[in-house]
């Protein structure tokens, strides 16, 4: 058993538990807070996979972007209401099933596919050649990127302002 | 050594916890929130295969994913919160204004 080893199945496990507990916990506020969890879970897979970039940009992003969001506006909601919002769910037998068979369906595929099981020699510094293919052959989505983000934060601005 | 399946299946099961979320949650926020498990898995899938294949795009697709999902959870909470502002309820079963 190989560090890395351990590690992955320390992940893997705090991962499903926490993805779990995200669709299954009434309380909104604690279905965020397992998210976060299931978020830096993730990172850690990332670092697993030796991208520490991706799992710094993971943590600043997701588990400190996305989780604020989502944490401000169910306290506006909360607020706006007056009252704590509880989350019920419907159709859990349905949702189990489709859910099941769409992992069926995939765990029966990659059992067929022919897949590496063991992984090429690291780059010698992946952060550098990312950066490099980010301003190289990627420059253009870069851009447009950029576009995408000041496109979404004026509509998330005009959708969510006041009335006046 | 942990090989490419292991990683595909944690993202297949991920991904499939994602849309039990998406399927029975009532609650707008927590439909998003299933959503953003699923993407997750996807960035997980993206990175095993650009790791195991020793190749850097399925990194540089995946920042932009993140940063693409990041911009949708802003939009999405926004909308619910006007949504809210109008309707005093997230619940997804009772924003039929546009059924016929």
Same mark, same amino acid.
């Given at each position: 058993?190989?560090?890395?080893?351990?590690?992955?199945?320390?992940?893997?496990?705090?991962?499903?538990?926490?993805?779990?507990?995200?669709?299954?916990?009434?309380?909104?506020?604690?279905?965020?807070?397992?998210?976060?969890?299931?978020?830096?879970?993730?990172?850690?897979?990332?670092?697993?996979?030796?991208?520490?970039?991706?799992?710094?940009?993971?943590?600043?992003?997701?588990?400190?972007?996305?989780?604020?969001?989502?944490?401000?506006?169910?306290?506006?909601?909360?607020?706006?209401?007056?009252?704590?919002?509880?989350?019920?769910?419907?159709?859990?037998?349905?949702?189990?099933?489709?859910?099941?068979?769409?992992?069926?369906?995939?765990?029966?595929?990659?059992?067929?596919?022919?897949?590496?099981?063991?992984?090429?020699?690291?780059?010698?510094?992946?952060?550098?050649?990312?950066?490099?293919?980010?301003?190289?052959?990627?420059?253009?989505?870069?851009?447009?990127?950029?576009?995408?983000?000041?496109?979404?934060?004026?509509?998330?601005?005009?959708?969510?302002?006041?009335?006046? | 050594? @942990?090989? =490419?399946?292991?990683?595909? +299946?944690?993202?297949? &099961? !991920?991904?499939?916890?994602?849309?039990? #979320?998406? $399927?029975?949650?009532?609650?707008?926020?927590?439909?998003?929130?299933? @959503?953003? =498990?699923?993407?997750?898995? +996807?960035?997980?899938? &993206? !990175?095993?295969?650009?790791?195991?294949? #020793?190749? $850097?795009?399925?990194?540089?697709?995946?920042?932009?994913?993140?940063? @693409?999902?990041?911009?949708?959870?802003? +939009?999405?909470?926004?909308? !619910?919160?006007?949504?809210?502002?109008?309707?005093?309820?997230?619940?997804?079963?009772?924003?039929?204004?546009?059924?016929?």
């Amino acid at each position: 058993m190989t560090l890395e080893t351990v590690g992955f199945w320390v992940v893997a496990v705090v991962l499903l538990a926490s993805s779990l507990a995200v669709v299954l916990t009434p309380n909104l506020f604690h279905a965020v807070l397992y998210l976060a969890a299931a978020l830096v879970a993730t990172g850690v897979i990332f670092l697993l996979l030796e991208q520490p970039f991706l799992f710094a940009v993971q943590l600043l992003l997701y588990a400190g972007g996305v989780v604020t969001i989502v944490v401000f506006a169910i306290m506006l909601t909360e607020r706006l209401i007056g009252e704590r919002i509880r989350q019920t769910s419907r159709h859990l037998v349905n949702g189990a099933i489709v859910a099941a068979a769409v992992f069926t369906g995939i765990a029966g595929f990659l059992l067929q596919a022919p897949l590496a099981t063991v992984r090429p020699q690291p780059a010698a510094d992946a952060t550098v050649a990312v950066g490099r293919a980010l301003v190289g052959p990627f420059a253009v989505t870069f851009e447009l990127l950029g576009v995408l983000l000041v496109t979404a934060l004026l509509g998330a601005l005009y959708f969510a302002r006041g009335e006046e | 050594m @942990i090989g =490419l399946p292991s990683y595909l +299946v944690l993202a297949a &099961l !991920v991904f499939s916890i994602g849309l039990f #979320g998406v $399927l029975t949650r009532r609650n707008a926020v927590g439909i998003l929130l299933g @959503i953003e =498990l699923m993407l997750n898995a +996807v960035n997980i899938n &993206l !990175v095993a295969f650009a790791r195991f294949n #020793g190749d $850097l795009i399925g990194v540089v697709f995946t920042l932009f994913t993140i940063s @693409i999902t990041v911009a949708e959870v802003a +939009v999405g909470l926004a909308i !619910v919160i006007a949504i809210f502002r109008v309707r005093r309820t997230v619940e997804a079963d009772r924003l039929d204004l546009l059924r016929g």
